[in-house]
């Protein structure tokens, strides 16, 4: 149980170009979900977290018009890197939490490597 | 949420037990301690959490300290494929967040 999808789990595209990342929760309903960050040989930087029918809370540095994020239902949270350009190539991983709240850990997709060219 | 301090690497001949530590000295009450782990390329995948009993289940054990300022993980007989790197996490129930520090690098040698 507690499977996280995350896609496409690779992208290349050309500078300029905006790119949407989907991440949904298979087998549990998630109100909050987290998008994260990770350059090579780094640890994951938190950037925003996604709340379920209500604007998207971002961390400190994060542009939000630059990072779109949905989270129109309970399984389902999109990332849109708008206007894409080389620095923001990286790994983008999403996490959910189950609904159900408490002290339920944070289940993980497999990512998304984005390469702008 | 309190911050963790791990060890950069260690290493682990192949069938032994792999001890990771993990200190949370400033840890709070209602906060629970989480272990994450990241193989090359991949998302992080959620191995067990405690607050302050100890916790087994088919992956590990948790084994947290009476004062709850430290813990560790116990990979029992690590293989190969428990190569990665391993997080260890301080997050309360009314925080949403987990911040990620530079976790663990486990290396299982044959």
């Known amino acids: 149980g507690a499977v996280v999808s995350q896609h496409p789990s690779w992208v290349i595209c050309k500078s300029g170009t905006s790119v949407k990342i989907e991440c949904r929760s298979l087998?549990?309903?998630?109100?909050?979900m987290f998008w994260y960050r990770q350059f090579p040989k780094q640890s994951l930087m938190l950037m925003a977290t996604?709340?379920?029918?209500?604007?998207?809370?971002?961390e400190q540095g994060v542009e939000k018009d630059k990072f779109l994020i949905n989270h129109a239902s309970l399984t389902l949270s999109t990332l849109t890197v708008t206007s894409a350009h080389p620095e923001d190539s990286s790994f983008y991983i999403c996490?959910?939490?189950?609904?159900?709240?408490?002290?339920?850990?944070?289940?993980f997709g497999d990512g998304t490597r984005l390469s702008i060219l | 949420d309190a911050k963790t301090t791990q060890p950069p690497s260690m290493d682990c001949a192949e069938g032994r037990a792999a001890n990771l530590p993990c200190n949370h000295s400033?840890?709070?009450?209602?906060?629970?301690v989480y272990w994450y782990r990241q193989i090359h390329s991949q998302g992080p995948q959620y191995i067990i959490h405690?607050?302050?009993n100890n916790e087994t289940n088919e992956m590990a054990s948790l084994i947290i300290t009476e004062d709850r300022k430290s813990s560790t993980l116990i990979l029992p007989h690590a293989t190969l494929r428990d190569t990665a790197v391993y997080y260890c996490?301080?997050?309360?129930?009314?925080?949403?967040?987990?911040?990620f520090g530079d976790g663990t690098t486990l290396t299982v040698k044959p």
């Open positions: 996490i301080v997050r309360s129930i009314n925080a949403g967040k987990s911040t």
């Open positions: 405690g607050l302050k």
């Open positions: 400033t840890i709070s009450g209602n906060e629970y």
């Open positions: 996604s709340n379920e029918g209500s604007k998207a809370t971002y």
């Open positions: 087998d549990f309903q998630a109100t909050t």
């Open positions: 996490s959910a939490r189950d609904s159900t709240g408490g002290h339920q850990p944070q289940h």
